[in-house]
């Protein structure tokens, strides 16, 4: 009888992934900017910065995964191929695996799945561990014992880690096995699984609590929050949605300011410095970090231009900069100007009133 052995090494690594050339966003459901990139499976470095609708919180480094830093060639497709499952749980060769979770994850959830991932597999290697198949419940209970503390740069202890942190490094482990029909050239023995039957939540000692826990707010408490959060609302709002109006209108965006055919600067910036003499607006005052930065580069500290924000007189021309090049050209009439109407501070010059909450009449 013939048996058939399955590649190994590097050449079962790179030849066999069923994810092979998969545009992984287009296999997730992730929409992506026309320009932005698109990163396929193949890929060493999978950058999400182009996907629409991610959370503004979520940093640029969160959105790009990098499977260059696992030392195993052979593992970093196993890792790809992981992830990939878990962000497509509907692709055909993914769906068909009994033990696979079936709702996708997001991006942040997959960056910290791969750096514990990274971890796991990195430690195996400095342990001697090429194939996942040699993996045994001491490696892994060893593990674990090892990420019990948090260390320094130096491998001095600090803390205990968190149980959270303890339950992620526990399920990383226990979730390859389910994925392991999956990957290509390695994965667990099939009977064996880490930790047995036991939870990632109970391995990593969590304690389990029912109900809410948090005590209920007394009135004195309760009702002054309540009553700040609708004046907030009520009679504060309003006035905020101006403001942000007036800044979405400060943002330099006018149509064509690319086009040869808009005046010259030499026309535009004196014309808003008459505004200002017209209308006695006064310039607004330059932020102190500007005023530092212009006596650092040699400004003269009674320089009747020190303090005036020619970034913002740039802006009324619906140009996103004000070159210093122009400064010698139009210092004469913009002196002029702000001795005539002066300097202030951008906001509050005209703050609308609002009712106090305590009813005591109105305040700026």
């Given at each position: 009888?013939?048996?058939?052995?399955?590649?190994?090494?590097?050449a079962a690594?790179f030849?066999?992934?069923?994810?092979?050339?998969?545009?992984?966003?287009?296999?997730?459901?992730?929409?992506?900017?026309?320009?932005?990139?698109?990163p396929?499976?193949?890929?060493?470095?999978?950058?999400?910065t182009?996907?629409?609708?991610?959370?503004?919180?979520?940093?640029?480094?969160?959105?790009?995964?990098?499977?260059?830093?696992?030392?195993?060639?052979?593992?970093?497709?196993?890792?790809?191929?992981?992830?990939?499952a878990?962000?497509?749980?509907?692709h055909?060769?993914?769906r068909?695996?009994?033990?696979?979770?079936r709702?996708?994850v997001?991006?942040?959830?997959?960056?910290?799945?791969?750096?514990?991932?990274?971890?796991?597999?990195?430690?195996?290697?400095?342990?001697g561990?090429?194939?996942?198949?040699?993996?045994?419940?001491?490696?892994?209970?060893?593990?674990?014992?090892?990420?019990?503390?948090?260390?320094?740069?130096?491998?001095?202890?600090?803390?205990?880690?968190?149980?959270?942190?303890?339950?992620?490094?526990?399920a990383?482990?226990?979730?390859?096995?389910?994925y392991?029909?999956?990957?290509?050239?390695?994965?667990?023995?099939?009977?064996?699984?880490?930790?047995?039957?036991?939870t990632?939540?109970?391995v990593?000692?969590?304690?389990?609590?029912?109900?809410?826990?948090?005590?209920?707010?007394?009135?004195?408490v309760?009702?002054?929050?309540?009553a700040?959060?609708?004046?907030?609302?009520?009679?504060?709002?309003?006035?905020?949605?101006?403001?942000?109006?007036?800044?979405?209108?400060?943002?330099?965006n006018?149509?064509?300011?690319?086009?040869r055919?808009?005046?010259d600067?030499?026309?535009?910036?004196?014309?808003?410095?008459?505004?200002?003499?017209?209308?006695?607006?006064?310039?607004?005052?330059?932020?102190?970090?500007?005023?530092?930065e212009?006596?650092?580069?040699?400004?003269?500290?009674?320089?009747?231009?020190?303090?005036?924000n020619?970034?913002s007189?740039?802006h009324?021309?619906?140009?996103?900069?004000?070159?210093?090049?122009?400064?010698?050209?139009?210092r004469?009439?913009?002196?002029?100007?702000?001795?005539?109407?002066?300097?202030?501070?951008?906001?509050?010059?005209t703050?609308?009133?609002?009712?106090?909450?305590?009813?005591?009449?109105?305040?700026?």
């Amino acid at each position: 009888m013939t048996t058939l052995h399955r590649p190994t090494g590097l050449a079962a690594a790179f030849s066999r992934s069923v994810f092979r050339g998969e545009d992984v966003c287009a296999a997730a459901g992730l929409p992506v900017h026309g320009a932005g990139p698109h990163p396929h499976f193949d890929d060493a470095i999978w950058d999400f910065t182009g996907v629409i609708g991610l959370p503004r919180y979520l940093a640029r480094y969160a959105r790009i995964l990098s499977f260059t830093e696992i030392l195993n060639p052979q593992w970093r497709e196993l890792a790809k191929e992981f992830i990939f499952a878990r962000l497509a749980p509907d692709h055909p060769a993914v769906r068909e695996l009994a033990h696979a979770y079936r709702t996708p994850v997001l991006i942040s959830t997959v960056h910290g799945r791969l750096t514990v991932l990274t971890g796991w597999l990195n430690w195996l290697t400095e342990q001697g561990v090429d194939n996942l198949g040699e993996v045994t419940q001491q490696h892994c209970a060893a593990y674990l014992e090892l990420r019990k503390k948090v260390r320094d740069k130096h491998g001095v202890v600090i803390r205990d880690s968190s149980p959270g942190y303890r339950m992620d490094i526990v399920a990383v482990i226990q979730e390859l096995g389910y994925y392991k029909e999956l990957f290509s050239a390695d994965g667990y023995v099939p009977t064996f699984r880490p930790w047995g039957r036991r939870t990632a939540y109970s391995v990593a000692g969590m304690v389990r609590r029912t109900g809410n826990t948090t005590p209920p707010l007394s009135n004195d408490v309760f009702q002054p929050l309540v009553a700040a959060a609708l004046y907030v609302v009520e009679v504060l709002a309003p006035h905020v949605m101006k403001l942000q109006q007036q800044l979405q209108e400060m943002v330099p965006n006018r149509p064509g300011r690319n086009n040869r055919e808009r005046p010259d600067w030499r026309v535009e910036v004196p014309q808003a410095i008459d505004r200002h003499i017209q209308e006695a607006d006064p310039f607004d005052v330059a932020l102190d970090h500007v005023v530092a930065e212009r006596l650092a580069d040699g400004w003269d500290q009674d320089d009747p231009l020190l303090w005036v924000n020619l970034i913002s007189l740039a802006h009324e021309t619906g140009r996103h900069a004000f070159h210093y090049t122009w400064l010698p050209t139009v210092r004469g009439h913009l002196e002029k100007a702000v001795r005539e109407v002066g300097l202030a501070k951008r906001w509050g010059r005209t703050a609308a009133l609002a009712e106090r909450a305590d009813g005591r009449g109105s305040v700026p």
